[in-house]
């Protein structure tokens, strides 16, 4: 059974920063693209960034470019997020998800399979 | 990058009855070379992960119940639930994955009337 389980999230000053992580089993996680994914309190999904199976490619949502980076240990089966310069507004709910293979066909292109239960991050003085 | 938008932001439907929930992206998410559109859907229940329901537009996720469907090519998209039950209160999210940043519609609540 494939399990994501989520960590590291709590309360951190404005301007601060935090790293969440994301734990994986049930699956080999090398294989497989991996993407952190927000919701702020009330609010929508928002994606946030994903990396590549081997940690060779990267990609973020503009607005996270730059204070955001994302990793992996894939010997750790773990998945990573590390946040900077936190402001109000980065406060949500961080999913990590694992991004769908269709056979061995491993993309990034392709829907979020597995969702972890989230870790909430609060950015607050 | 591509928009998503959703429409209604909500509906409340009675029991048994049909709930239809549309999505707009805001340019094409088919690819010609497969012919699949880049589109998912997805449900989340209050309190909890979100789950997916289908990708490629029209491909039931194993184990979702069959009065789920899920529709169009393009830049339109249906999401249907044929004969609402209770258990599917939720607040349902449409997804493109054909580009990146990758994007979530703002999502459609489904109440029961």
């Known amino acids: 059974e494939v399990q994501l389980v989520e960590s590291g999230g709590g309360l951190v000053q404005p301007g601060g920063s935090l790293r969440v992580s994301c734990t994986a089993s049930?699956?080999?996680?090398?294989?497989?693209?991996m993407t952190w994914v927000r919701q702020a309190p009330g609010k929508g999904l928002e994606w946030v960034a994903n990396i590549k199976y081997d940690g060779t490619e990267k990609d973020y949502v503009d607005s996270m470019k730059g204070r955001f980076t994302i990793s992996r240990d894939n010997a750790k089966n773990s998945l990573y997020l590390q946040m900077s310069s936190l402001r109000a507004e980065d406060t949500a709910v961080y999913y990590c998800?694992?991004?769908?293979?269709?056979?061995?066909?491993?993309?990034?292109?392709?829907?979020?399979?597995?969702w972890g239960q989230g870790t909430l991050v609060t950015v607050s003085s | 990058d591509i928009v998503m938008t959703q429409s209604p932001d909500s509906l409340a439907v009675s029991l048994g009855e049909r709930a239809t929930i549309n999505c707009k992206s805001s340019q094409s998410v088919l690819y010609s070379s497969n012919n699949k559109n880049f589109l998912a859907w997805y449900q989340q229940k209050p309190g909890q992960r979100p789950k997916l329901l289908f990708y490629w537009a029209s491909t039931r996720e194993s184990g979702v119940p069959d009065r789920f469907s899920g529709s169009g090519s393009g830049t339109d998209f249906t999401l249907t639930i044929s004969s609402l039950q209770a258990e599917d209160v939720a607040v349902y999210y449409c997804?493109?994955?054909?580009?990146?940043?990758?994007?979530f519609g703002p999502g459609t609540k489904v109440d029961i009337k």
């Open positions: 998800a694992r991004v769908a293979a269709i056979g061995a066909d491993y993309s990034k292109y392709r829907w979020f399979d597995s």
């Open positions: 049930g699956f080999t996680f090398s294989n497989y693209w």
């Open positions: 997804h493109q994955y054909y580009s990146s940043p990758f994007s």
